[in-house]
């Protein structure tokens, strides 16, 4: 099996030159071709590919900053001393880490560094003529032999029986006509044909691996050039796309503000539907649809929707469904009597019912800034405990409640603040907890004073004309979308497809020679030799040169 | 309907259990009857080639036929093999039920993937026989397929939900079927590199308790077959890879994404593709290379197992 990776590897230690001239230079071409020639040996593949392997595996045990940046946090909560070690060795972000990334770059090196030899030996392998006819093909791993008597044979219409020439003719067109490539050769008592077939098995081979290289390609320069952005969107809100109105924005290398194109959408409405029928399921989420309406510049509004695996294409980007969940639209008046608060606020859900907390700073609240943080159950039920929990996730009997505080909430500061939690460090509580007093708990529509003549609050129904037990539409969903470009990601598909291709015909198609021998005896018998000869994987050899002879002695038969 | 459709899936997958039971028996009894049919003189001899490849005065296929007559009559194997395939009729039927219960395809959480995976990978099993007997690999996949199905049903079973949001995209058809076929050729071909390695081993010294292995195959035949399927497997899981791909990409807004699901597939693809390599390396060729494949099928057996029910990801659909 003369393959060409087997002409590349292990062909000797580097070759000696002159010794006269300046041996140290030398000695670094030498090593750097030794070096090289080991990078691009298959045994290096082998043992990259199984290092790539298991350098994979860390991050499926740790949570990636990539992929879960909350797990990450919460891992460093939980475990403070192990986390700064993990992180020095990079297992927060092993795809992107030294050591990961410095052996798929070694593998790619690797893989170029044997791909381009391997399409030069090919491409003259693709010209050049079959070999020559071994002598004595006897010796191959298939080979079957026939003598045909001169009675056996075709008279032929001039009376002159079928010979060695008529016989080799017929093997040549016979074999063209099955896709084998074929050149004829005279030896000393014999005419021969030699043919061989299935140079798309290598080509394949080279094409996928050629494949493996633009993906790669199209995968790093698709990530620079785009960018990921998150947006909550409370029902009855807009988005513009500039990289102040998201919430979360993560450019990539070679990204510009020109990438973003000008739009501007309004969530008209979230319908999610539940499962009303099997009892066992009862509850569970059967589909979420965001209904929006998307304004291009100087064109006229367009209603679509977005549902979790049916994306909205807008603006050269993609918009994905998320996630979802309800804003409580809530009012807080201070001591004064003054609006120091009002907006519907994303409550982040904590279980599959939506339980849900949400956090209110009222910074301008006097005379005392106020702070809440609030618990939201769309359906609230009362577990044994006493305390409340949402027993299904749509609105049937909506509840807040609300822990009060006031103080000093540190947001001129200039530290960064979650808005989904609170640090209650420094600030004094008022209502609810270890207050004294019983948090405050409110059905939407209610108004609650608050202790101490400090303000009161609202909780704002959005369907104040509803039927009198109908909550389903008092309290305003919100979705969360994530918002994608990638320029390069049809590449990527493209070249995925094509390594495919390349993979099918490397792994399936047959690459074989077959050899056909005609040697005239010296009593007008006509002896027949057929021989093959696998290159790469072939099963099917023996029967393809069987069927090769039977067709062959057929057509020369009287 | 619902209901009903589910609790006759039940029967047929309990009834299933059962037929397959009674098939490893008998598969390991076969067993043991070749341990006592081999002679010593069998070692280099080689079954479980169906004469298929046809022709005339080729070696090899003298050398087949006349194996094929010596070899003895498996009746035992025999029926074994009818049992197994009763077996999986009954699971099929089970299979389907479910489907019919749930209104969507059965493979939606560790219950119906250890229902679906284990009955292609038998499936995969019994069809591989129209080209190569392969029957002496029926202890292991019918132990293979008691066990998955067997945990499956009873530690993992829920009843029917409906298809949560993420997961209703035709995308979802097309990778996990993919990926369960993948296994099955996985499953077979880590068998074969099972038996390739006690015969190499026997092949080496001659002294093996297990004398059955006087009655198949030779080392160097088995590696070929395992490839051959392994690397249909192989084409299975790159599909795999792409149509997961897609369906994340429509999910989640990208097409990869490290989560712990992806991060094992590809784990997997790389693993098979070392082995590939090492089958066209000298030097990796023959016992490494069975070594690969068998451990590329426990990262396929990790993947469906731990990294479902313990790491966390978002691919939470374990049903549990
Ligand atoms: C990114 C890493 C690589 C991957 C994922 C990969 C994958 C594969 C796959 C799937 C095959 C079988 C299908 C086919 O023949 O096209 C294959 C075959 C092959 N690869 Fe790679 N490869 C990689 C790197 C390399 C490198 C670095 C070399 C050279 C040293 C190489 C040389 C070969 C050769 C010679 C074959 C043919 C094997 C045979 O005839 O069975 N590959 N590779």
Redo the contacts with the bound molecule.
């Keep these: 099996m003369s393959?060409p990776?087997d002409h590349i590897e292990g062909s000797g230690p580097p070759e000696k030159s002159d010794p006269g001239i300046t041996q140290p230079a030398l000695g670094l071409t030498g090593y750097l071709r030794f070096f090289w020639r080991q990078l691009?040996?298959?045994r290096?593949?082998i043992v990259?590919?199984l290092l790539l392997a298991i350098a994979a595996v860390p991050g499926s045990m740790w949570p990636q900053r990539s992929s879960d940046p909350n797990g990450v946090i919460q891992f460093f909560s939980k475990n403070p001393t192990l986390a700064p070690v993990l992180d020095r060795l990079q297992l927060f972000d092993v795809y992107t880490s030294v050591w990961f990334s410095a052996i798929y770059i070694l593998?790619?090196i690797?893989?170029i560094g044997?791909?381009i030899p391997?399409t030069i030996y090919h491409l003259r392998a693709l010209r050049a003529k079959p070999p020559r006819t071994p002598a004595r093909l006897e010796r191959l791993a298939v080979f079957e032999a026939t003598e045909l008597e001169p009675s056996e044979l075709d008279p032929g219409e001039s009376g002159k029986s079928v010979d060695a020439s008529h016989a080799i003719e017929a093997a040549r067109s016979q074999l063209r006509s099955s896709g084998y490539r074929v050149a004829l050769y005279e030896g000393a008592k014999d005419l021969s044909v030699s043919a061989e077939r299935g140079y798309l098995r290598e080509t394949?081979?080279l094409v996928?691996?050629t494949a493996?290289i633009g993906i790669l390609f199209a995968v790093g320069l698709g990530g620079g050039f785009g960018y990921t952005g998150q947006k909550v969107i409370v029902e009855g809100q807009s988005f513009v796309n500039i990289k102040g109105a998201y919430d979360s924005f993560t450019p990539g290398r070679f990204f510009t503000d020109a990438a973003l194109q000008p739009y501007r959408l309004t969530l008209d409405n979230f319908e999610a539907k539940y499962e009303e029928h099997s009892i066992q399921a009862y509850g569970q989420p059967i589909d979420y649809t965001a209904h929006v309406t998307t304004w291009l510049p100087h064109q006229k509004g367009v209603n679509s929707t977005i549902k979790v695996n049916e994306p909205l294409a807008l603006g050269g980007s993609d918009l994905y469904l998320l996630g979802n969940g309800y804003a409580p639209t809530i009012t807080v008046r201070d001591g004064q009597g003054n609006i120091a608060f009002t907006a519907s606020v994303p409550f982040l859900p904590q279980d599959a019912n939506l339980t849900s907390t949400g956090v209110v700073r009222v910074p301008d609240a006097l005379p005392k800034q106020l702070a809440f943080l609030g618990f939201f159950y769309p359906t609230a039920g009362q577990l044994t405990t006493g305390a409340l929990t949402s027993i299904h996730p749509d609105l049937r009997n909506p509840v807040l409640t609300l822990f009060a505080y006031t103080g000093d909430l540190g947001l001129d500061s200039g530290v960064p603040q979650n808005v989904y939690a609170l640090d209650p460090t420094g600030l004094t509580q008022i209502a609810g907890g270890k207050s004294g007093a019983p948090a405050i708990e409110l059905r939407p529509g209610q108004t609650v004073q608050l202790p101490d003549g400090l303000g009161s609050v609202t909780f704002t129904s959005a369907s104040p004309n509803a039927a009198a037990n109908d909550w389903s539409k008092s309290v305003p969903r919100y979705i969360s979308l994530d918002i994608h470009r990638d320029p390069a990601q049809l590449w990527v598909l493209l070249f995925a497809i094509i390594a495919v291709a390349?993979?099918l015909s490397?792994?399936f198609l047959p690459r074989r020679r077959v050899w056909v021998k005609a040697i005239d005896g010296s009593d007008g018998r006509l002896r027949l030799e057929y021989a093959g000869l696998a290159r790469?994987?072939d099963p099917g050899l023996a029967a393809a040169v069987s069927a090769i002879a039977e067709r062959h002695a057929q057509r020369l038969k009287a | 309907m619902t209901e009903t459709f589910d609790s006759f899936a039940l029967v047929a997958i309990y009834s299933a259990m059962g037929v397959y039971v009674v098939a490893f028996i008998f598969f390991t009894l076969d067993l043991a009857k070749r341990s006592a049919d081999a002679k010593p003189a069998a070692i280099t001899a080689s079954v479980g080639q169906n004469a298929a490849v046809g022709g005339r005065a080729t070696v090899a296929t003298l050398e087949a036929e006349a194996e094929a007559v010596a070899a003895p009559p498996r009746r035992v194997e025999r029926v074994a093999f009818s049992l197994t395939v009763l077996a999986w009729a009954l699971h099929v039927v089970g299979a389907v039920l479910r489907g019919l219960a749930d209104g969507h395809v059965p493979w939606s959480n560790m219950f119906e993937f250890s229902l679906v995976s284990s009955a292609i990978a038998v499936g995969v099993f019994l069809f591989l026989q129209f080209w190569q007997d392969l029957k002496f690999l029926g202890t292991y996949i019918t132990g293979f397929a008691l066990i998955v199905l067997g945990v499956g049903t009873v530690n993992f079973y829920v009843p029917v939900t409906p298809l949560p949001p993420a997961l209703q995209s035709y995308w979802l058809i097309i990778h996990v079927f993919v990926a369960t076929l993948g296994t099955g050729f996985f499953a077979v071909g880590a068998g074969l590199s099972l038996i390739q390695l006690l015969q190499s081993r026997r092949e080496a010294d001659k002294t093996s308790r297990l004398k059955f292995l006087g009655t198949l195959p030779q080392a160097d035949k088995l590696e070929n077959l395992a490839y051959r399927v392994i690397v249909v497997g192989?084409v299975f899981w790159t599909f795999t890879l792409i149509a997961g791909s897609i369906w994340a990409f429509h999910a989640w807004g990208r097409y990869w994404g490290w989560d712990t699901k992806e991060v094992w597939t590809f784990i997997i693809w790389?693993l098979f593709?070392g082995y590939?390599?090492a089958?066209?390396t000298r030097g990796w060729r023959g016992t490494r290379s069975a070594w690969l494949a068998i451990i590329g099928f426990g990262a396929v057996a990790f993947n469906y197992t731990i990294v479902n029910l313990f790491f966390k990801g978002l691919h939470v659909y374990s049903g549990l």
């Design positions: 393959r990776y691009t040996s298959m290096t593949a990259l590919l593998l790619f690797s893989l044997c791909v391997r394949g081979n996928f691996h493996l390349g993979l490397s792994l790469g994987e | 192989f790389v593709a590939i390599h089958r066209a």
